[in-house]
């Protein structure tokens, strides 16, 4: 069973938002990770990258495939998780701590409401394997 | 779970796909191939038929003994990579991919002439278990009386395996020491199982099953063709680095006076091995650049998790097609610079 934090929000393409202020982080799911396989390369964006919600901001590698990651909010990102180049098991091992991805300063906060709950995201992923 | 050329089979098992693919280069990997096509030829005419519808040198082999080649088109070019059998003088086995196997028996029955020979399709009749890695042979000998010790590379044997009637070659796709294991299709669950019990699966250093992800991971370091991939009907043997299953001097056979051609000539492009040496991964179909011009495209790209690199193959013109060589793939839209490696990428030690 896939662990979905509380106190997170949800995309439907498996990130979830931790709001901190005006500002975004983001990372892939557990959900995400496990479905992946084991990641062996992150592409992240350059601080200061302008991202619309739902756009592309990088990619994940596992041995096999190529997933592409989306910015679940807007904004522009004042921070990524530089570590990941040389650890990206990371987002395997620890996907909502040490595997987080980026830091987005939000240009609509509201946008989260718009993003799944953890309830919701969980039935969205029960209904994803069914 | 993927279709695999209409066989519903896994990427990965739990343990995923890299802990599956050091597994099998250190202790072992447990693989169900049972999706491969196995054709059966018997007939007096059974060796000169296969010999003129494949590249290599039937008459060359001894009963017990099989032999990689391909089934190639009258320009030259794969229409399968496959394994011949031969189990008596008026008996071959061949063992095809499973995606091209209708392919391959409709051109197989098509080039029938007035040879005296017997084709069955056999494919859903038989399972195939291959276990892979250094510790194959003690697992696999707790389970048969077969002394697997004298089997050499590329030779089989018949005899049981757990009770099973089963064929034992010495052959495989991982680039390690290892058997692959044909029995009656309604055998899998029980060779399989047993073969997991006995090999300690779920233990750090027991056997562990692989899905079609390592499996692929573990030909590439070794530098081994994909159908589909590094071959296909658009490719040579020869521009594929494949000449050594090419005998032109056995006589004639479909496909022999284009390869002959184009041996004197020389081919105009040619499979390499590439390193990617800067932070990218090159995956399948991508192009390759050369000096700002995109001349050619990766076959096969992955990382490779045993050398801890990202390695792939794929095609170049023949003059850049050098150890050494820089080259450049374009990984969606951001040019990452790679050279041009000695294959295999990864050699067991013997």
Redesign the interface.
Not at chain 1, 61 to 64: D, L, Y
């Given at each position: 069973m896939a662990n979905v934090p509380e106190d997170l929000h949800y995309s439907k393409d498996h990130e979830w938002v931790r709001v901190e202020g005006d500002t975004a982080v983001v990372g892939i799911t557990d959900y995400a990770q496990d479905s992946l396989?084991?990641v062996?390369?992150v592409e992240l964006p350059k601080d200061g990258e302008q991202f619309a919600a739902n756009e592309p901001f990088g990619?994940v590698?596992?041995?096999?495939a190529?997933s592409e990651v989306f910015s679940p909010v807007s904004g522009e990102i004042s921070g990524t998780n530089e570590s990941l180049?040389d650890q990206p098991e990371k987002v395997n091992e620890d996907p909502y701590g040490g595997g987080w991805m980026i830091r987005i300063k939000m240009s609509s906060p509201g946008e989260v409401d718009s993003l799944l709950t953890a309830a919701e995201y969980e039935d969205f992923t029960k209904g994803d394997t069914e | 779970m993927v279709d695999f050329g209409g066989w519903d089979m896994p990427?990965?098992y739990p343990a995923?796909?890299?802990?599956e693919?050091l597994r099998t280069r250190t202790h072992a990997g447990l693989f169900d191939v049972s999706h491969m096509g196995e054709f059966e030829v018997r007939g007096p005419d059974a060796i000169p038929f296969v010999n003129r519808v494949t590249s290599n040198d039937v008459t060359k082999l001894i009963d017990g003994q099989a032999q990689y080649t391909a089934l190639t088109t009258p320009q030259g070019t794969v229409i399968d990579d496959l394994l011949v059998y031969r189990f008596a003088e008026d008996h071959l086995f061949l063992v095809v991919n499973a995606g091209t196997t209708d392919k391959d028996w409709e051109w197989i029955n098509s080039q029938k002439r007035d040879e005296s020979v017997e084709l069955k399709n056999l494919s859903s009749e038989y399972c195939q278990i291959a276990i892979q890695g250094p510790d194959a042979e003690s697992i696999l000998q707790k389970l048969t009386s077969v002394p697997l010790g004298d089997i050499k590379y590329y030779h089989f044997t018949e005899g049981q395996v757990d009770g099973v009637n089963a064929i034992v070659s010495r052959t495989g796709y991982t680039g390690e020491d290892g058997f692959e294991v044909y029995a009656a299709a309604d055998k899998a669950e029980q060779l399989w199982n047993k073969m997991l019990e006995t090999g300690n699966f779920g233990t750090d250093t027991g056997v562990l099953p692989c899905g079609l992800?390592a499996r692929?991971?573990l030909r590439l370091e070794s530098a081994m063709a994909l159908y589909g991939h590094e071959i296909n009907e658009e490719t040579t043997l020869l521009e594929a680095n494949l000449g050594w299953i090419c005998k032109l001097n056995k006589g004639d056979f479909i496909g022999r006076d284009a390869l002959a051609k184009q041996k004197v000539e020389g081919v105009k492009r040619r499979l390499i091995g590439f390193e990617v040496t800067e932070?990218?991964?090159a995956?399948d179909d991508q192009e390759i650049v050369i000096n700002g011009e995109r001349v050619g495209k990766v076959t096969s790209g992955?990382?490779a998790?045993y050398l801890k690199k990202n390695i792939g193959m794929g095609y170049v013109p023949k003059e850049f097609a050098t150890e050494g060589q820089q080259i450049q793939i374009d990984v969606?839209g951001r040019l990452v610079n790679a050279q041009i490696v000695k294959t295999p990428f990864y050699k067991r030690e013997r």
């Open positions: 396989g084991d062996v390369y990619s590698e596992s041995v096999k190529v180049t | 990427v990965q995923g796909t890299v802990e693919h992800a692929n991971t932070r990218g991964i995956r992955s990382p998790p969606r």
